[in-house]
């Protein structure tokens, strides 16, 4: 049984959903956690997409309100339980810790120091290609607002870059 045009175009673009699940998220973990989620919801979901209309965009949208939506429970869980945080070194010998220090390249640092809004707006005009009225449409803000997100976010990559070279 051959794969549907729906589901051969929702593998080709597992790549770039992982790389904007790792823009929201900035853990491989809970990136590809947050991308098997949004995989998930658009087959449960796949009624409401229109065929003709852009698969990419219809998935950052859906993979975004997933964030969003973890996001809100996270902050709920942390006020009730003590943060994962605190049990992470537990039994913690730093090689891991250092490994993951060297992997991390200066871009990286840098798109970690950018505010959500920014890394989501750098995420899908600058890695994944959309156009301005694309990126606006999936983050659900005006292209004005998207433009100083994204002049704003490059300005401050910039600074940041510069400072580390």
């Known amino acids: 049984m051959a794969g549907s045009g729906f589901e051969s175009e929702m593998i080709a673009l597992l790549p770039r959903l992982r790389r904007f699940a790792h823009a929201l998220a900035r853990s491989s973990a809970d ?3 947050l991308c098997q989620a949004a995989v998930e919801r658009a ?3 796949r009624a409401q997409w229109q065929p003709g209309t852009r698969l990419d965009s219809w998935m950052y949208r859906i993979m975004r309100n997933l964030w969003i939506d973890e996001t809100r429970a996270r902050g709920r869980r942390d006020q009730t339980f003590a943060p994962e945080e605190a049990g992470v070194n ?5 090689a891991r810790r250092a490994d993951i220090q060297l992997q991390l390249t200066d871009l990286d640092r840098a798109l970690n120091k950018l505010a959500e809004e920014q890394r989501e707006v750098i995420a899908l ?3 994944e290609g959309l156009a301005y009225k694309e990126a606006a449409e999936v983050l659900g803000v005006p292209i004005g607002t998207l433009t100083s997100r994204l002049s704003r976010a490059r300005e401050a990559l910039i600074a940041q870059l510069g400072d580390a070279a």
């Open 31 to 33: 990136a590809d956690d």
């Open 43 to 45: 087959l449960k979901s």
């Open 90 to 94: 537990v039994g913690d010998d730093g």
């Open 125 to 127: 005009v600058l890695v």
